[in-house]
């Protein structure tokens, strides 16, 4: 018989529009296992932020419905690229934040994240720390531990999902206004190039039983041809992610007792084939086939409940 329901800390990794539809398939397994509503900390990066959004918004299964739709319909990087040819007074990442909102968020603020508290991951290319866009059960505040928090009732939830995924090459800094950030002036980019994973601000949050990592990030391959210029440069960045990929996993290795960890990556072995179909699944942030979508959500939940049997059974009916 389960026991009395665990408090679960999420962390949702980076990986474009392929990690947001394996974290759909993770949320909807702790549906179906009954674990939703167990859950008390959600910590996002980059594609993993436009999930964790949009359920801090709206706690109903309806939203992951939404979110489906949305992936398979939306390509927001080549139309920020397209709006932004001209208008040379914001960013391409200004004019994703804008595609974001217009089709996912619609005006909300960090102030409407409900429930569970949230955290929405980015970098300080500034102080190289760090920032976070906090909201839910939890104050809505931004900043980071050098240059400070400031109360951001206001502020857009899709300028955070932006700036979690302002991956650099493809994507400019996201710049914060003097109204947004007063304590000094701050650029932001991807929230992977600290951590893909989320799991620092996981690690921070008291009061949880049960750690739940879902990693979705591109596994590093064997590169033959790395190529020169920007080539070189994104292999090398990709390298150095790998790096500190598994340095924060270590990290799960010394939790404080009474706390539990269950780590799983995308070409982590399922049922058949799914892993080495599922890493192949570019990163980006174009719009996904239906069946690519399917089975990023399938193996998600294979290995949730793979990982959830062998390390957590006395949560599970």
């Not at 529009?17 to 397994?29: D, N, P, Q, S």
């Not at 109903?60 to 139309?79: A, F, K």
């Not at 994240?113 to 939890?138: C, D, M, R, W």
């Not at 104050?139 to 400070?148: H, N, P």
């Amino acid at each position: 018989m389960a026991r009395s329901q665990p408090r679960i800390g999420l962390a949702l990794s980076g990986g474009g529009f392929r990690a947001a539809a394996f974290h759909i398939g993770v949320i909807k397994t702790l549906y179906d296992l009954g674990l939703y509503t167990s859950i008390r900390f959600v910590s996002s990066v980059s594609g993993g932020a436009i999930v964790g959004a949009a359920i801090g918004l709206n706690q109903d299964r309806t939203v992951l419905d939404l979110l489906e739709v949305y992936l398979m319909n939306h390509s927001p990087l080549g139309s920020s690229f397209l709006r932004g040819l001209f208008d040379f007074s914001h960013t391409r990442t200004d004019k994703l934040a804008d595609s974001y909102d217009e089709a996912l968020y619609h005006g909300a603020r960090l102030s409407d994240l409900k429930g569970f508290k949230t955290v929405i991951n980015s970098v300080s290319a500034t102080t190289g720390h760090p920032f976070y866009f906090e909201g839910g059960n939890a104050k809505a505040r931004l900043g980071e531990y050098e240059t400070g928090f400031v109360s951001a009732d206001s502020f857009s939830v899709a300028r955070a999902v932006a700036a979690s995924g302002a991956y650099p090459v493809f994507l400019s800094p996201l710049e914060l206004t003097s109204s947004e950030y007063s304590p000094a002036r701050t650029f932001l980019v991807d929230g992977g190039v600290y951590d893909n994973l989320g799991i620092h601000s996981l690690l921070r949050e008291e009061d949880l039983d049960l750690l739940i990592v879902s990693d979705a990030g591109a596994p590093l391959r064997r590169n033959e041809t790395p190529g020169d210029g920007v080539f070189a440069i994104e292999s090398t960045m990709d390298i150095m992610m790998e790096q500190m990929r598994g340095m924060q996993i270590q990290r799960l290795t010394h939790l404080e007792k009474g706390k539990r960890a269950i780590w799983f990556s995308i070409d982590s072995k399922g049922e058949g084939d799914n892993a080495e179909i599922c890493s192949r699944i570019p990163t980006g942030l174009s719009a996904l086939p239906r069946n690519d979508l399917s089975i990023l959500q399938r193996h998600a939940e294979t290995l949730l409940r793979a990982r959830l049997s062998a390390y957590a059974p006395e949560w599970i009916s």
